[in-house]
């Protein structure tokens, strides 16, 4: 799993966290057209975010509130053309900000 975090009040739709897959079929990082990206529904916070499928980056959905919920937790899940998956747990802790 991977950790990161992101300050409450940043504002909606900013990238929080960005996927990145290697196809070891292309020996070379994932492009566009070897790996697409998606969130795994019904796990964690899933329905909060959403993800770019060609780039990996996934966003917030509503500014995050350290108040109303300190953190975060979502699955990505890299598809390559074959239809093999990979997935990855990520935890969002969100830092509070003096208000």
């Given at each position: 799993s991977t950790a990161t975090a992101v300050?409450?009040?940043t504002a909606a739709n900013t990238v929080v966290y960005t996927a990145a897959a290697i196809d070891s079929d292309f020996?070379?990082?994932?492009t566009a057209s070897s790996?697409?990206?998606s969130l795994k529904a019904?796990?964690?916070?899933a329905t909060q975010f959403s993800i770019n499928s060609a780039t990996?980056?996934?966003t917030l959905?509503?500014?995050p509130n350290f108040e109303a919920k300190p953190g975060y937790s979502f699955t990505v899940?890299?598809?390559?053309?074959a239809g093999n998956t990979a997935e990855r747990a990520v935890t969002l802790?969100?830092?509070n900000v003096d208000e």
């Open positions: 300050a409450e009040n020996n070379s990082p994932a790996v697409s990206y019904n796990t964690g916070d990996g980056a996934v959905t509503e500014s899940v890299a598809t390559d053309a802790a969100v830092s």
